[in-house]
């Protein structure tokens, strides 16, 4: 069952969109990308939820933001140390190169949500920051309603968040 | 005929582990050295002087539409071939600037009408010399 959020991320996409069909075009993607990029087939659970706030506490997250004249986003990838090896095949890997890895999937899943004309046309193109790291518990919590869900590779979770919003509008000294 | 010599510039290690593959064992290159922001990939040019250089747009420090602008200021008949996963006007920027090719990531190699995309890509880089 999907939460909703009248005035949360989904109210911003277009009507004739529904639920299942949002969360389906965040989380395949997911599946698409990790296959993309790291050959791995991957699986969903359960579908992925509208939530008032992102909420993910893992021991490596990667954040990514992007923004337009009129959006923002931030996406954040979780993952625990155990996890790791069952999307990346090989166990000895230390920090900076999930990192590498992690902040080319989460690189590439935002070109790829892009990629759907039902997101382009209601937000237009998003341009990427570059990534960034938390590691080993630090909660990510942003006040922005988004959409959130898993993957699974061997039965151990990756955690994907997209939030997006319209930008506030901001005082700019002349 | 000589083997052409190539530069690639991209911040993810992981991805350039995968291109270089890709232009030593696919295309024949030889990969003459990697970069991980555009500062790399001008300094890199100047050594290197490769037959082409691939640069990401997204890097920390100067990223590659700064550095393709570079490049070709200094070097006009570089050959640059872009590889990033930006969308929008960002291809026909780099176009206007001067690249001579543009590909989108994410790099589907087990994809076989994308690797031949890619080799076309490259090819017709080198098609008019």
């Known amino acids: ?174 | 005929m000589a083997v052409k010599t190539a530069v690639i510039v991209d911040d993810s290690k992981f991805l350039i582990k995968q291109i270089v593959d890709f232009f030593n064992k696919q295309l024949g290159f030889d990969v003459v050295a990697t970069g991980n922001d555009g500062n790399d990939a001008v300094e890199l040019y100047r050594i290197h002087r490769p037959d082409l250089i691939t640069l990401d747009i997204t890097m920390p420090n100067r990223d590659g539409m700064e550095a393709l602008k570079d490049i070709l200021n200094e070097f006009p008949d570089a050959n640059v071939v872009m590889i990033s996963a930006v969308r929008g006007n960002a291809m026909l920027e780099c176009m206007s600037f001067g690249a001579k090719g543009y590909i989108e990531k994410p790099l589907k190699f087990s994809d076989s009408a994308f690797v031949q995309d890619f080799k076309e890509t490259i090819s017709d880089v080198f098609a008019d010399k």
Not at chain 1, 25 to 38: H, K, P, Q, R, W
Request: aromatic residues 12%.
């Open chain 1, 1 to 174: 069952m999907f939460s909703t959020h009248d005035d949360g991320m989904y109210s911003l996409f277009a009507p004739s969109m529904t639920l299942n069909e949002v969360s389906t075009m965040f989380s395949s993607t997911a599946i698409e990308c990790v296959d993309a990029l790291l050959g791995v087939n991957s699986i969903i659970k359960a579908p992925w939820v509208f939530v008032p706030r992102l909420e993910a506490e893992y021991e490596n997250i990667i954040i990514m933001g992007s923004a337009s004249n009129q959006f923002q986003a931030i996406l954040a990838i979780g993952i625990n140390d155990d996890a790791i090896n069952h999307f990346i095949g090989k166990n000895d890997i230390d920090r900076s190169e999930t990192f590498d890895i992690f902040g080319e999937v989460a690189n590439n899943y935002c070109a790829m949500i892009i990629d759907h004309n039902e997101f382009v046309e209601q937000f237009g193109i998003l341009n990427q920051s570059i990534p960034v790291l938390y590691s080993k518990g630090i909660p990510f919590l942003p006040f922005i309603s988004g959409i959130e869900g898993k993957i699974y590779s061997n039965n151990q979770p990756a955690y994907f968040g997209f939030a997006i919003q319209k930008k506030r509008s901001a005082t700019v000294n002349p």
